[in-house]
């Protein structure tokens, strides 16, 4: 796991495994040892992690985003790896292709193209109507940026929306690219999909608030901390469902035949107490399609 331990959707998300697990017969200390990693964000720390649990033999690997699953396969081609959270993984070269993996590595995926026109779809929702954003990512643990920026500006362009990459690389980054964002007029903000923006998840949203910058999130728990809206797939239910390919590769599957998962939930939410202090209107029609409205 690529979060903090201590980060509570973090938690939920290993519990929403553990419940998966033991709806199919596995119990923790019971008819299954589970050994955990929590690289709290720190890739040197995720890859000397990484080499531990593979030198352990374990019968499979479990893994969230791109930087855990690269790690993890420098370290092996043979222990079968079970992904969660990883964005294009035919893209990145993690599986032969999303029917037949063909390799030690298979799961679940966190993104679908037709999300991306949904972000943007967003930020025209709401007055003052937005008109160009900057897609916010850390381009060492969004190994994917490359693949999903084309998909974007495409989105972008059925909508006559200007849109362009802002990468940071620390914590101290993300100010500047924020500043600079808000001396444009019209402009918002996509927060990509990304193991780092979880990291700084209060960071980000404290920032957004402070340079009044209308942001579309991936995730609900930067909505619930304070964001202005998001959508994307619903992550306990996604780690729910990676339990039956840990189960069935316990059960003598192969990971090279069992195709990769699309996400299949996903989630609207929007917090009217940030859209007020923003000075956004939410327009009607995207507040009724809401999943979740905090106010």
């Known amino acids: 796991m690529p979060n903090a331990e201590t980060d ?35 890739l040197a720390v995720l890859e000397r992690q ?31 790896i079970i992904f969660t959270m990883v964005t294009d993984p035919a893209g990145q070269a993690f599986v032969n292709s999303l029917n037949r993996p063909g390799g030690n590595a298979t799961g679940f995926s966190d993104f679908d193209p037709p999300i991306a026109a949904k972000w943007l779809a967003m930020l025209t929702q709401i007055t ?56 444009e007029q019209n402009s918002g903000l996509l927060v990509l999909t990304d193991i780092s923006a979880t990291v700084h ?17 991936f995730q609900r728990a930067f909505v619930a901390a304070g964001g202005l809206m998001s959508y994307g797939i619903d992550y306990a239910d996604v780690f729910r469902r990676s339990a039956t390919y840990i189960d069935r590769i316990l059960r003598g599957a192969s990971a090279a035949e069992l195709p990769v998962q699309r996400p299949t939930k996903f989630e609207l939410v929007i917090n009217l107490k940030t ?17 979740e409205v905090i106010e």
Not at 12 to 23: F, K, P, Q, Y
Not at 141 to 167: C, D, K, Q
Not at 207 to 214: K, S, T
């Open 8 to 42: 509570p959707v973090a938690q939920t998300s290993a519990a929403a495994v553990l419940r998966g697990l033991d709806a199919l017969g596995w119990r923790e200390g019971v008819s299954l040892q589970i050994d955990w990693r929590w690289a709290g964000g720190d």
């Open 128 to 183: 003052p109507t937005v008109a160009r954003a900057a897609v916010l990512y850390n381009p060492a643990t969004a190994l994917y940026a490359g693949l999903m920026m084309p998909v974007i500006e495409n989105a972008a362009a059925s909508f006559a929306f200007g849109v362009r990459p802002a990468s940071y690389r620390d914590a101290t980054e993300i100010g500047g690219v924020m500043t600079e964002l808000s001396r």
């Open 275 to 291: 859209a007020k202090a923003l000075g956004v209107t939410i327009g009607e029609a995207l507040l009724a399609s809401a999943d």
């Open 50 to 80: 990484a080499a531990e649990l593979v030198a352990t033999g374990p019968d499979v690997l479990f893994a969230q985003a791109s930087p855990s699953i690269a790690a993890l396969r420098r370290n092996t081609r043979s222990i079968p």
């Open 201 to 217: 998840r209060d960071t980000i949203v404290a920032l957004a608030a402070q340079h009044r910058l209308p942001t579309v999130y």
